[in-house]
């Protein structure tokens, strides 16, 4: 039984890294972008202020508020709200990631102070370091890549037509 379900854990393990990973690469540009435009200064100083294991009930108040909402997201799905679910998904899985990350991003050093924490983290970095090396993983980022540059020329050649249609008509 061992034999059956080990891998069958860490595919499903893999797949949530993964799926994880593909929040993090639209939650983090909207973290840093909050990070930059909303100065909460006193909030992040009494944040700063907290001890480690008081950072650390503070970082998992956001999972275990918003982890739940995966499961909510299923059930609408699966009762015929596909739409609703999927919005409930995406939205409550940035709101986690972002607010996750930040709080990270403030208390890391706190938090690594803790052993069971540190340990963690690292296991968690092993299996991040496991996933970014694999095939599949470079396919994809490649084609990230790729659609990237589309859009950025698509969107170099909108803004170059539209600057030479406004000064056309000077």
């Known amino acids: 039984m061992k034999r059956i379900l ?26 840093r972008w909050i ?5 909460f200064a006193r909030l992040r100083a009494w ?3 907290l001890r480690p294991y008081p950072s650390l ?7 275990l508020i918003l982890e739940p909402i995966k499961p909510v997201a299923a059930y ?18 940035l709101l986690k990631l972002v607010l996750v990350e930040r709080l990270f991003h403030l208390t890391r050093d ?15 970095a092993e299996v991040r370091a496991w996933l970014q090396a694999t095939e599949a993983w470079r396919a994809v980022r490649a084609l ?16 170059g037509g539209f600057s030479r249609l406004v000064t056309s008509r000077d």
């Open 35 to 39: 990070g930059r435009h909303f100065q």
């Open 144 to 159: 990230s890549r790729a659609a990237r540059d589309y859009v950025a020329r698509a969107r170099a050649r909108l803004a």
């Open 76 to 93: 609408l799905a699966a009762t015929g709200q596909v739409l609703c679910g999927a919005a409930t998904l995406i939205v409550g899985e």
């Open 110 to 124: 706190k938090l690594m102070r803790i052993p069971a924490f540190a340990w963690v983290y690292g296991k968690y």
């Open 47 to 49: 944040i700063r202020s």
């Open 6 to 31: 080990r891998p069958v854990t860490y595919i499903l393990a893999a797949i949530y890294f993964l799926v994880d990973a593909l929040f993090m690469a639209v939650a983090g540009p909207i973290s």
């Open 57 to 63: 009930a503070l970082f998992s108040v956001p999972v």
